[in-house]
């Protein structure tokens, strides 16, 4: 009855168009589920995704759940998970993109899942890092485990959102590095992100993680932005 009351004065929006949710609808409404732009990237091991990241480091997976247009359904919910504390938006992807990521075939199985940090400034200003829901139903869809300890960002940085693509890619190198034990050696990464845009952000986790011993790389985002 109290959440009939909820809802009757603060109903639940779409994430994507902003229409009100009927009872059987979560995130997002039915239609923006059947609008929003799939990349199927995951049926494809030379898809737009790893070629973002050819000749630059070794990966073994790399992949998107959505593509990200400007004005489109993927940027609203984007700007809903990571400015608007709708975290529940990250659970939801994770949950439709571990399916996909079951279907895999890898030489090696993931081990960690490991979300790209943000700097303990950045984390206190906005409250939560964006890509932790969909790292935690990652993982757990996956049976694997989730760790924000290995990978940390050293450096604090401005927005991205707020660059141009050029300016993304600078001085990005040294911003991220690794705290690792015996166990961490010999591991399969599994590196999880936001949007994908020019990969110099995740390019740099990944440097800073190959740092250990044995450590296998893959990437997965939940969108992939034209650049």
């Known amino acids: 009855m109290f959440n009939y009351i909820i809802n009757l004065f603060f109903p639940k929006v779409c994430a994507g168009c902003h229409t009100i949710l009927i009872t059987a609808e979560t995130v997002l409404c039915t239609n923006c589920r ?17 070629k973002k990241f050819y000749g630059k480091i070794a990966i ?3 992949s998107a759940l959505l593509y990200f247009t400007k004005k489109g359904i993927v ?10 504390g709708h975290e529940e938006i990250g659970t939801v992807l994770g949950n439709w993109y571990v399916e996909d990521l079951k279907e895999l075939v890898l030489e ?8 790209v940090p943000l700097h303990p400034k950045k984390f206190k200003e906005r409250g939560y890092n964006q890509v932790t829901t969909f790292g935690l139903a990652v993982a757990e869809g996956l ?3 989730y760790n924000t300890s290995i990978l940390y960002r050293k450096k604090y940085s401005k927005t991205q959102s707020k660059k141009n693509l050029a300016g993304r890619s600078d001085n990005i190198e040294d911003i991220f590095d690794v705290t690792f034990t015996e166990g961490n050696q010999n591991k399969h990464f599994l590196i999880v992100d936001d949007v994908l845009t020019t990969g110099a952000t995740l390019e740099a ?11 296998k790389i893959s990437i997965v985002c939940m969108a992939m932005a034209n650049s």
Do not use: W
């Open 34 to 50: 059947h609008e929003i732009p799939m990349t199927q990237y995951h049926l494809d091991p030379k898809n737009e995704a790893v």
């Open 60 to 62: 073994e997976h790399a």
């Open 75 to 84: 940027q609203e919910l984007i700007h809903n998970l990571k400015y608007k």
């Open 108 to 115: 090696t199985p993931f081990d960690v899942v490991i979300p």
């Open 143 to 145: 049976n694997i485990s």
């Open 205 to 215: 986790c990944s440097r800073a993680l190959l740092k250990i011993p044995g450590a």
